[in-house]
């Protein structure tokens, strides 16, 4: 009579298997290998490098096979990993003003030193989709190339900061916290809270920023640059006293220029509003310094109005891994909540059933 | 049964982390149904599906435990069975479905029918820590009002149900004060449990992996459902007997059998059901 719905050991097994199956797809045609989605899909490795918070293209590759091209479930599966690594320590900050540019651009000047570099970008291209690339084997067409300027590439906030335009951000030797050791807490220091959207999901970021624009929390921005590129990592061990290169990575790094109005202790400026992300991620660079920006609301001393400018609803909800965690979590029973819950129901219902038939009665 | 991993530690987590999760569980126990902000780390399964359970777990156990997991009651639904599953790879402990031969018992959403001693821990997995979140979404706000022990809030909330229903209509995830202190979740248990955690001689841990947080309740402390003085709690269950084992005492799921209103009420806890009808027919 009583069939219980309840899966054991062998129905996950086989659950898994047929999940192994689909993942392959049709045998009769050769099977991607890592080395090729962490070259032809490097704008997929990079968003998992970012929400995954571990620079390794290899597994970020890696993972998005396991996951069939799932890149929330790819990003799942690098967490999940990196949190086995030891952590060694913090490395000295990135400077992005000594990067190896390959793209690079300001929406506040025409030209400026360094130039602007358009680099690999799909800005400009016509959305059509190309159907010649549906033919594979096709001769790849070279990119021309030309001699890299020489010269330094300052950046344009520290162009505006030199007139005194532009806010200064005070410069501390403290290390910066790790939500990866200490949960959050409010309120929450600018650097825990640009960890936190740099770990972020896209969509949400995105989602945030566009809003701003469209007058929730906004305060117009402009885009100080945009830059795409190269830098070395280095470490400082205690013990040496001296920084170690320990290699390059590949970042965008946003800087927007944001109005500021001024309070009794400063003068009208601008403002920054700051995004950083591995390898190549304009949108989530970009988006990430409006959010950025509209964070620092309470303390310029401007209303806190908007989704977007308050500290508990961004931070706690930009975390894909723990969002898609939670909401998929619903699928796991919860019958015995629903059961308390149709006793109630039936509980409420039987009692105004029986006043509708007393006062049907008198 | 699985093979124990290699290149994992015992329990999957470092030492390091072990120590840092129990500090956090010494702090809960000392301060009874306070919340312990801990720096949960990303699990391999996902957050929502028993990841504070799985750390708190993970913190407190030794290769000489037998660990029972149970979700909804029941020790072989697929959650629980991969959390055991889990277990069994990165620790290699003994298991149980046994909640008499258990130490540690791992468990979402039920406490077990039959009552703990003091030899064993009961962990739960918690989905949101905090009780108040409902009423107050802030977390600064709601650490405010648990430090100053101004639950107005979930008073007023529990009055509203009255005037509206004649009764509080809150099934599961029933607030409770513990040690007459702190108002706490004690996870979405129905409210039918919520009697089995006071007193209880086990001590029991609660650990939410999404929300950072570890909390726990002392052996023998006082734990009370909020209630009023002239409408005192009253735990639901159907009012039916189990149709295996014929418990009128049991929390009961409800089980549709076709499409023409059918149905039967069994026992949520599985060993609890197996038991008696193994005793039932051993007597025949």
Redesign the interface.
């Not at chain 1, 309840?6 to 050991?9: D, F, L, N, V």
């Not at chain 1, 898609?324 to 979590?329: K, N, Q």
């Given at each position: 009579?009583?069939v219980?719905v309840?899966?054991?050991?062998r129905?996950?097994s086989a659950a898994h298997a047929w999940l192994d199956e689909t993942r392959r797809g049709d045998p009769a045609l050769p099977e991607l290998t890592v080395a090729q989605i962490e070259q032809q899909m490097p704008l997929a490795v990079d968003r998992v490098m970012a929400e995954g918070s571990c620079h390794d293209r290899f597994l970020a590759a890696l993972a998005i096979k396991q996951a069939k091209g799932d890149l929330i479930e790819a990003a799942?599966l690098l967490?999940?990993y990196?949190?086995?690594l030891?952590r060694f320590g913090v490395s000295d900050p990135l400077e992005t003003d000594a990067m190896r540019i390959r793209r690079r651009i300001s929406a506040t000047y025409k030209d400026l030193p360094g130039g602007q570099v358009l680099g690999p970008t799909y800005d400009y291209t016509h959305r059509l989709l190309d159907f010649a690339l549906a033919a594979e084997g096709a001769e790849r067409a070279e990119a021309p190339q030309s001699e890299v300027p020489a010269g330094a590439v300052p950046r344009v906030t520290e162009l505006l900061a030199r007139e005194g335009l532009m806010q200064r951000e005070e410069a501390t030797d403290a290390e910066p916290g790790d939500l990866?050791?200490?949960?959050?807490?409010?309120?929450a220091a600018r650097p825990v809270r640009l960890q936190n959207l740099a770990r972020g999901d896209e969509g949400f970021l995105l989602a945030l920023g566009y809003s701003t624009q469209r007058g929730y929390g906004g305060n117009h921005p402009f885009v100080g640059e945009v830059r795409v590129g190269h830098v070395t990592v280095e470490f400082t061990p205690p013990e040496l006293g001296f920084p170690i290169e320990l290699g390059e990575i590949g970042i965008t790094e946003c800087q927007m220029v944001n109005q500021f109005k001024g309070s009794r202790t400063e003068p009208p400026q601008f403002t920054r509003g700051y995004g950083l992300t591995f390898g190549h991620g304009e949108r989530r660079a970009m988006s990430m310094a409006l959010v950025d920006r509209a964070l620092r609301a309470t303390e310029l001393g401007e209303d806190v109005t908007a989704p977007a400018q308050d500290h508990?609803f961004v931070l706690?909800h930009s975390d894909n891994?723990?969002a898609?965690?939670?909401?998929?979590?619903l699928k796991?029973?919860?019958?015995?909540?629903f059961?308390?819950?149709?006793?109630?129901l039936r509980?409420?219902r039987a009692?105004l059933a029986r006043e509708a038939m007393q006062e049907a009665a008198e | 049964m699985s093979p124990v991993m290699e290149g994992y530690n015992f329990a999957y987590l470092d030492e390091a982390t072990k120590r840092m999760l129990r500090r956090a569980i010494l702090k809960a126990v000392a301060i009874p149904g306070h919340q312990i902000p801990f720096g949960a780390r990303e699990m391999p399964l996902p957050y929502g599906w028993g990841t504070g359970g799985i750390q708190v777990t993970a913190a407190i156990l030794g290769p000489s435990d037998t660990l029972k997991v149970i979700d909804q009651g029941a020790d072989d639904t697929t959650n629980a069975v991969s959390i055991r599953r889990f277990f069994t790879r990165v620790a290699g402990v003994a298991t149980t479905e046994r909640t008499s031969e258990a130490t540690i018992i791992q468990t979402r959403h039920r406490i077990p029918e039959q009552a703990l001693r003091e030899d064993q821990v009961i962990v739960y997995q918690v989905p949101q820590p905090e009780p108040l979140s409902r009423l107050e979404p802030r977390r600064a706000e709601t650490k405010r009002l648990h430090s100053l022990a101004d639950y107005g809030l979930m008073h007023v909330r529990l009055y509203e149900d009255i005037a509206r229903y004649g009764h509080i209509a809150k099934a599961y995830d029933y607030p409770v004060m513990v040690n007459g202190r702190y108002l706490m979740a004690p996870s979405p248990i129905p409210a039918f449990d919520n009697p089995k955690m006071d007193r209880m001689p086990a001590l029991q841990l609660f650990g939410a992996g999404r929300e950072k947080r570890i909390y726990a309740v002392p052996p023998y402390t006082e734990v009370k459902s909020l209630d009023f003085e002239d409408h005192p709690f009253r735990p639901i269950r159907a009012p039916h007997a189990c149709a295996l084992c014929g418990s009128r005492e049991s929390y009961l799921d409800e089980v549709i059998t076709d499409d023409r209103g059918g149905r039967l009420f069994v026992c949520s806890d599985t060993d609890y059901c197996s038991g008696r009808v193994a005793l039932r027919e051993a007597a025949e």
């Open positions: 009579m009583y219980a309840k899966g054991g050991e129905a996950i799942f967490r999940a990196r949190t086995t030891p990866t050791r200490e949960p959050l807490a409010f309120p508990e706690y891994i723990e898609t965690g939670f909401v998929e979590h796991l029973p919860h019958y015995v909540d059961q308390s819950e149709l006793e109630n509980t409420i009692a | -």
